[in-house]
Nanobody, 119 residues
Framework: QVQLVESGGDLVQAGGSLRLSCVVY????????MGWYRQAPGMQRELVAS??????????YYSDFVKGRFTISRDNAQNTMYLQMNSLKPEDAAVYYC??????????WGRGTQVTVSS
């Protein structure tokens, strides 16, 4: 059983930047992908960005609403995944969750980190 711990959420002004981190305790080798979701109050949890684990195609996926502004990356040596968020908008405010996924076990989630964007 892996454990995911997010950090880096904060209050930031519109147009500012934040970098979220997700430390993974345990092995990711048996999972298919890892990524970030977010959930605003009263809204469904939505995919922000994800990347495959292993394989030859490591092309990340970004939802349209973050393309060109957010970048997902990982440091395998530190067992850490990042989400660099630039040009933040008030509508980006949400709790951000990191996740691991595979087709058998489904999702493994962290507890989330709060991002607040003031206009």
């Amino acid at each position: 059983q892996v454990q995911l711990v997010e950090s880096g959420g904060d209050l930031v002004q519109a147009g500012g930047s934040l970098r979220l981190s997700c430390v993974v305790y345990g092995s990711t080798s048996t999972y298919d992908s890892m990524g970030w979701y977010r959930q605003a109050p009263g809204m469904q949890r939505e995919l922000v960005a994800s990347m495959p684990i292993g394989g030859s195609d490591g092309t990340p996926y970004y939802s349209d609403f973050v393309k060109g502004r957010f970048t997902i990356s990982r440091d395998n040596a530190q067992n850490t995944m990042y989400l660099q968020m630039n040009s933040l908008k008030p509508e980006d405010a949400a709790v951000y969750y990191c996740e691991l996924w595979d087709g058998v076990r489904g999702f493994q989630w962290g507890r989330g980190t709060q991002v607040t964007v003031s206009s």
